[in-house]
């Protein structure tokens, strides 16, 4: 028997969506970050055909930021004013694909803003206000949720509380129920999440920027698995998509709420000394002095200017303990050494295959545009984006 609901999205062909009726077998869901600084001026998103369309399940605009002094958004900083918003709407709506307003701050704004009961609620406000304008939902990337050496943030508890509570009241047109609610959270948060995971749609979890110079030895960004080893100066197990999420897990945290974030930027590890081979090369190598990398100065590339501008096969290695791809470039002069981490079509087939057997509620990629390249044709031009249609519809993982 369909519930009014039920007809509904059979109507809408939205079925296949994850807050579906719990009787409705539901397929991961796949939801895309699009930045208003990748819209062109009339909002449009040249780099995204209909396959990318039909891939993705949700999409977040990306994204407002937090006036520190009212709690108000302010539209500026990512490029998302209301003509790129509007058109973005559009898009997502022309696609039949839901998409979600996305708020994004860091600690030094978001503490304080969510402290004060008049600033939280002109934020709440705020956010409402976007829905109407025809938005399907809410991101919420308030970064961290919880202060280094924390588990707690009850302020951040109740503005999520509140923002729910609000967002009952609405009703998203094209998914003719309440808005959604998603966000994005790093690990760290599992006992906030573990709080509110009833009042949150998905529970992104950025699987990314997982390691620096602080653990005293390379690793990468973004290592499915861990492979029993641990961090030489803590005896901690090193950063792994897989820890983490069994962390999440046993907090409370239900697995089909959470979404496996993979982001498409490179990390680079350069120089240093002291390593077998010099400088930084390789995943697991000490040092005597410290290489560069993300958090001291080596740039946060895409994976489309990695192709176009570093990209050599004889340096691309495999790591099949992490299940990561990476280049191994031994230079002559050891300042030059690079090991560069990043998600490639294999790793991320992989993390497609570790949401199903995890059964996790999806995958979020971080964003949309990193891995085109206008220059090249058929899958070339979206080699990660064709990677995970292929993993989503078949299961195949790219040798």
């Known amino acids: 028997m369909k519930t009014p609901w039920m007809k509904a999205c059979a109507l809408a062909g939205?079925?296949?969506?994850?807050?579906?009726?719990?009787?409705?077998?539901a397929a991961p869901w796949v939801t895309g970050y699009l930045p208003g600084y990748t819209q062109d001026g009339a909002g449009n998103a040249a780099y995204m055909d209909d396959a990318d369309w039909e891939m993705l399940t949700h999409v977040v605009h990306f994204a407002s930021e937090i006036n520190p002094s009212t709690g108000t958004l302010t539209d500026t900083g990512n490029s998302i004013g209301a003509t790129k918003r509007q058109k973005?709407?559009?898009?997502?709506?022309?696609?039949?694909r839901p998409i979600l307003f996305s708020v994004v701050a860091w600690e030094n704004i978001h503490k304080p803003v969510l402290a004060d009961p008049l600033k939280r609620q002109a934020l709440i406000d705020s956010l409402l206000a976007r829905l109407d304008e025809g938005y399907d939902g809410l991101d919420i990337d308030l970064e961290p949720i919880v202060s280094w050496g924390q588990t707690a943030?009850?302020?951040?508890e109740l503005f999520i509380n509140a923002l729910h509570t609000a967002m009952q009241q609405k009703t998203s047109a094209l998914l003719q129920r309440p808005p959604l609610l998603a966000v994005a959270a790093d690990y760290r948060a599992k006992t906030v999440l573990s709080h509110l995971h009833t009042k949150i749609d998905q529970i992104n979890i950025m699987f990314y920027n997982m390691a620096t110079h602080n653990e005293a030895i390379t690793w990468h960004d973004a290592a499915l698995y861990d492979g029993g080893k641990t961090y030489p100066s803590t005896g901690g197990k090193?950063?792994?998509?897989?820890?983490?999420?069994?962390?999440?897990?046993?907090?409370?945290?239900p697995r089909d709420k959470l979404g496996l974030g993979m982001s498409f930027e490179?990390?680079?590890?350069?120089?240093?000394?002291?390593?077998?081979t010099g400088g930084a090369t390789a995943p697991f190598q000490t040092w005597t002095s410290v290489p560069q990398e993300w958090t001291t100065g080596t740039p946060l590339e895409s994976y489309a200017q990695l192709m176009d501008n570093r990209y050599q096969q004889s340096q691309y290695r495999w790591d099949?303990?992490?299940?990561?791809g990476y280049l191994s470039i031994d230079a002559e002069n050891d300042a030059d050494d690079q090991f560069v981490s990043f998600n490639d079509p294999r790793a991320v087939a992989e993390k497609i295959q570790y949401v199903k057997k995890m059964q996790l509620g999806g995958a979020m990629i971080w964003h949309l545009q990193l891995d085109y390249r206008a220059a090249k044709t058929g899958s070339k031009r979206r080699e990660i984006?064709?990677?995970i249609r292929n993993a989503l519809a078949t299961g195949a993982t790219p040798q």
Not at 88 to 96: E, Q, R, T, V
Not at 153 to 156: E, L, P, S
Not at 238 to 250: A, F, M, N, T, W
């Open 385 to 387: 984006m064709h990677s």
């Open 320 to 324: 099949d303990v992490a299940k990561m």
């Open 266 to 276: 490179i990390r680079i590890w350069k120089g240093g000394s002291g390593t077998a």
């Open 88 to 96: 973005a709407i559009a898009l997502a709506h022309s696609k039949n």
């Open 14 to 25: 939205l079925c296949w969506l994850t807050w579906a009726s719990p009787a409705i077998a």
């Open 238 to 253: 090193v950063s792994s998509v897989d820890g983490y999420i069994k962390q999440l897990l046993d907090a409370g945290v």
């Open 153 to 156: 943030n009850a302020d951040y």
